[in-house]
């Protein structure tokens, strides 16, 4: 089956070459030469446009688009429109809003092609590992489109399925990184914690290594928590930033819509964006508040 992939990056790279591996021809193309090249010398099509990339199908069309969030997903599509077919299919499986999948769908629709959102997961592992894909559309494309989802997820049976209509796939998949957000942070604390305890002197590489196997929280999280860890036991080197994609923000605001307390999730949401302030402003008001009324001890730079 052919397989049209614009963007080809380290995640969409590593699908094309799973992709291949697994008996199906991926046209891609993407701004940076050197990713098509490489494209092509593993075996598959690297095309220098997109009006390439539609000239080298031989029937239906279908393009997964792998760009960031929001104006890049509707200019490509914009661009794509007018080298389709009726019938043909733009795949999204970036980490896009529910709503803008919701409101692509009913675009794309009225104008005879079809659209299919795919919240996808397994980052730089997937080529190893397998994908796991939570998909939003009709049932007509994603049928015609099973043999790429059986070849892309973990087994043939396993880690992707249709969840619902058109923007289900990216709202399960927000849902899904808001629950990361929380399991990270639960780790990083308790992890915290352990380090702390100078008096006991523990391994946590040790420790990741035995929750592994066996305990209520071992997870391919933890798993690779313990790599991390092995490499590299004291952190050194690395900056307390965390970012996040705007999938944990949408999930906190979603809950909220719906009247649903999400405190965890939240929280490690707040945390991350604490992580980013230097010298922070909160936590000194809280220790000049802290000196006003009980005359508590202020630390100075």
């Not at 399960?172 to 990083?188: D, L, P, R, S, T």
């Not at 490690?268 to 302030?277: F, K, T, V």
């Not at 802290?290 to 730079?301: E, I, L, M, S, Y």
């Amino acid at each position: 089956m052919q397989l049209g992939l614009i963007g080809l990056g380290k995640m969409g790279g590593n699908m094309a070459e799973r992709l291949r591996l697994g008996g199906h021809q991926v046209i891609g193309f993407d701004f940076n030469a050197e990713a098509v090249q490489k494209l092509t010398e593993s075996g598959n099509v690297g095309v220098s446009s997109l009006e390439d990339m539609a000239k080298k199908f031989d029937g239906r069309k279908a393009i997964w688009i792998m760009v960031p969030q929001g104006k890049p997903v509707d200019d490509t599509i914009a661009k794509l429109e007018p080298l389709l077919n009726k019938g043909d299919i733009l795949i999204d499986g970036g980490n896009s809003n529910y709503k803008d999948s919701q409101r692509r769908h009913a675009e794309v629709t009225a104008k005879g092609f079809h659209f299919v959102d795919v919240g996808t997961s397994g980052g730089v592992w997937g080529l190893k590992e397998g994908y796991s894909m939570m998909i939003g559309g009709d049932k007509e494309p994603v049928g015609y489109l099973s043999p790429i989802f059986e070849t892309l997820a973990p087994a043939k049976d396993k880690g992707w399925g249709h969840v619902g209509p058109a923007g289900s796939g990216h709202f399960v998949k927000m849902v899904h990184n808001g629950i990361e957000y929380g399991m990270m942070q639960a780790f990083a604390e308790g992890f915290t914690i352990m380090e702390k305890k100078e008096e006991l002197d523990l391994n946590l590489a040790q420790i990741s290594e035995i929750w592994r196997y066996g305990s209520v929280v071992r997870s391919w999280l933890l798993d690779l928590t313990a790599d991390a860890l092995s490499k590299n036991p004291t952190l050194d080197g690395l900056s307390a930033y965390v970012a996040d994609s705007g999938e944990g923000r949408w999930t906190v605001f979603e809950a909220i819509d719906l009247n649903v307390s999400a405190p965890v999730i939240t929280e490690s949401l707040i945390r991350r964006i604490r992580s980013r302030e230097e010298n922070n402003f909160t936590d000194r008001m809280l220790a000049i508040m802290r000196n006003a009324f009980g005359g508590h001890a202020v630390k100075k730079d």
